[in-house]
């Protein structure tokens, strides 16, 4: 066995984004992932953002690396029945549709689960049940219904969406997880299960802290907030650290719009940072000399720090700043990790052949299992696979493969 997935065969009713990132994490572990899209047509994303004409946008091919497409109609009978044939045979099936989509084409959990009751069914839809249950979503109204928004930006800004896609990527690792606990469970109990995650579920999980925040406020204050006033729910606080230990992020030399240095003032540091800053005399002030009573003060020792880091360009202040154990790092920019030599090293940037569309770089699996070397391979065309997985898979004869596209099936 050469992959941690290795003989699992997840059929992908993903689109967009949610869902394919979740499968692509898949199929990087291992698993068969055959991704059934609609014949002519495809997952929505192959189309959106294109930046070469008539080929599959970076959008689809960063997200669906490693699977193979198999176009279905499900709207056919004949589409209907193929896709069962597939369900017979495989271990998961994974979806992101809007609420009801699958059971309007007759796929609920119950006939899922008696075509093979060994099938794992995962749906990732926007709410769990109450006044959201039906309503579509995407990546900012998640963020926005999940305490993301009303947390991130300025005080004095409107709510803000985070760069980093914590609803749609973001949740795609918490199915990733459930889906490998239920297939585990399965081992014991040789049954499959229904596996189901909202994406503002997923938030919250990501927001506990600002949560966890809300109830202090009832007490009084945040100290550690960059905020003057409080009123009834927690508001935005920029870039403090959102932990125990202040932080926040400093400018440097260079004046660009990334350059800053991101500096946490740990208690252990703070003897060896006054000195490096050149403020050896504050270690003599018991205004300064611990964590509580620096607290009142955070902002103004921010200021002294950011006077020094101002003479600095950010790696040249990271390295300072590292020799005396401050817990600190660079803003990069999406060309600096595109092009970024560790990254590239390491394999969490990858460079592709795609057959339409030449060579593009995509970011690799986050994670590594030492038994489970992970090789990214570019996506699919559509329907690449189609003929492949019917002959191969499904033992449909020649002229069956025919007719099922004379009918428009596939
Ligand atoms: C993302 C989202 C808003 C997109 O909405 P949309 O573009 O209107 O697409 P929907 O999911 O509503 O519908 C897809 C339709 O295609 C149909 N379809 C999908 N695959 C098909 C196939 N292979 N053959 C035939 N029909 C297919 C579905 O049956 C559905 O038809 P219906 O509306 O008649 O029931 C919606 O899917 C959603 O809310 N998903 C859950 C949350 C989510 O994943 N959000 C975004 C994550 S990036």
Request: proline letters at 7%; charged letters at 25%.
């Amino acid at each position: 066995m050469n992959k941690a997935l290795e003989g699992i065969r997840v059929v992908d009713m993903t689109h967009v984004q949610a869902g394919p990132v979740c499968t692509q994490l898949l199929a990087w572990m291992g698993a068969d992932v055959v991704k059934i899209e609609p014949p002519g047509r495809g997952d929505v994303t192959r189309t959106q953002l294109r930046d070469i004409p008539g080929v599959d946008s970076l959008y689809f091919t960063m997200l669906n690396c490693n699977k193979r497409s198999l176009t279905l109609n499900l709207k056919t009978d004949e589409g209907k029945q193929v896709f069962e044939e597939l369900l017979r045979r495989s271990d998961v099936l994974v979806e992101n549709f809007a609420p009801g989509a699958m059971d309007r084409l007759g796929f609920t959990w119950e006939r899922v689960h008696e075509i093979n009751p060994r099938l794992i069914f995962a749906s990732l839809k926007g709410f769990g049940p109450g006044r959201l249950e039906h309503a579509k979503a995407y990546e900012p109204i998640a963020q926005a219904t999940g305490g993301s928004m009303s947390t991130t930006g300025y005080d004095d800004g409107p709510p803000t969406v985070t760069g980093a896609q914590i609803g749609d990527s973001g949740n795609a690792v918490h199915l990733f997880g459930a889906i490998c606990a239920a297939l585990y469970q399965r081992t014991n109990t040789g049954r499959g299960q229904r596996v189901q995650i909202a994406m503002r579920d997923g938030i919250l999980n990501l927001c506990r802290v600002k949560l966890r925040d809300q109830q202090r406020l009832a007490r009084g204050p945040l100290p550690e907030y960059p905020n003057k006033e409080f009123g009834e729910a927690v508001p935005r606080s920029g870039n403090a650290s959102g932990g125990g230990q202040p932080g926040w992020a400093l400018r440097c030399k260079g004046g660009g719009p990334n350059d800053y240095l991101y500096v946490v003032i740990q208690p252990q540091v703070w003897e060896p940072l006054a000195r490096k800053i050149g403020r050896a005399d504050l270690l003599e002030n018991p205004e300064y000399a611990t964590p509580e009573s620096r607290l009142p003060h955070i902002w103004e020792i921010f200021a002294m720090v950011e006077e020094w880091t101002v003479t600095k360009d950010k790696w040249e202040a990271f390295r300072e700043l590292n020799e005396i154990d401050v817990p600190c790092g660079p803003v990069l920019d999406s060309k600096d990790l595109l092009d970024d030599p560790d990254l590239r090293e390491s394999g969490m940037i990858v460079e592709l052949e795609h057959p339409e569309r030449g060579t593009f770089r995509t970011v690799g699996c986050p994670f590594t299992l030492s038994d489970s070397p992970v090789e990214v391979t570019r996506s699919p065309l559509l329907g690449e696979h189609t003929s492949e997985i019917l002959r191969e898979l499904l033992d449909f004869p020649e002229q069956e493969l025919d007719r099922l596209a004379s009918v428009g099936a596939v």
